[in-house]
């Protein structure tokens, strides 16, 4: 029986956002976030072992690069520019290449949203 791996990404860029009503981040300023991408699944001989190929990788690392030196608001205009809203977002656009859970830290903050896929 194969045992269940997950591989993750650590990603850092700056963005800026404004929360209309937050207590700190209801003006428009800037933090450094993390995020994390995993990937869940099982080791993948053409992936050197990993659950994820390069070119998964790759394209996931592409999308969240969407987001260095912009402003959150501006990307996800449905969405909350939130470090919750934003691990949503991303889960959603990643989900397609095997990201099973995404985290999004802001980094000068103890702020962390994590966006997952439970089966239930
Ligand atoms: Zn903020």
Redesign the pocket.
């Known amino acids: 029986m194969p045992v269940a791996i997950s591989h993750s990404v650590r990603i850092r860029f700056g963005a800026s956002?404004l929360?209309d009503g937050h207590p700190?981040?209801g003006r428009m300023?800037g933090?450094q976030y993390t995020v994390v991408m995993t990937f869940g699944g099982f080791p993948n001989r053409e992936a050197w072992g990993s659950p994820v190929t390069y070119a998964d990788a790759q394209t996931v690392g592409s999308i969240v690069d969407e987001f260095r030196d912009r402003h959150i608001n501006d990307m996800l205009p449905a969405g909350f520019p939130s470090v919750d809203g934003l691990a949503s977002y991303l889960l959603e656009r990643t989900r397609m290449h095997g990201v099973t859970k995404v985290e999004v830290h802001?980094s000068d903050t103890s702020v962390t949203g994590t966006a997952e896929y439970i089966d239930r």
């Open positions: 956002h929360i700190t981040c300023h933090h802001e």
